[in-house]
């Protein structure tokens, strides 16, 4: 028995914004290596017309279509991080070793997520 491919994260950012043409994308982690390839396919993307990148520090690559909102893990509650998004993409999530300590990992991948 054959396996249908697995579907590539493009096609799901291209469904995503069908269902809201010209809408506006929010990226959590947007700075670790899944989060820059989400903003990196979402820039791309001319069905996305706003992408917010939330998170400790600014993503390393400029663009006209993207907004940086400076947040820390204890902020992720606050609902105007989020204001005027119409898709949240999490791309949340540290290592150990970044981390420093096993709790300090949990608080992210765990506690964050």
Do not use: N, Q, Y
């Amino acid at each position: 028995m054959r396996r249908a491919p697995r579907p590539r994260a493009h096609s799901f950012l291209a469904t995503a914004a069908a269902d809201a043409a010209m809408a506006t994308a929010a990226v959590l982690g947007a700075t670790g290596a899944c989060g820059a390839a989400i903003i990196d396919a979402l820039l791309a993307d001319s069905a996305w017309a706003r992408v917010v990148a939330i998170g400790r520090t600014p993503p390393a690559v400029a663009h006209p279509k993207l907004e940086t909102r400076t947040a820390d893990l204890a902020d992720l509650a606050t609902p105007a991080l989020f204001s005027g998004a119409d898709a949240v993409f999490c791309a949340l999530g540290t290592t150990r070793a970044a981390a420093g300590s096993a709790a300090a990992f949990r608080a992210v991948d765990v506690g964050g997520v």
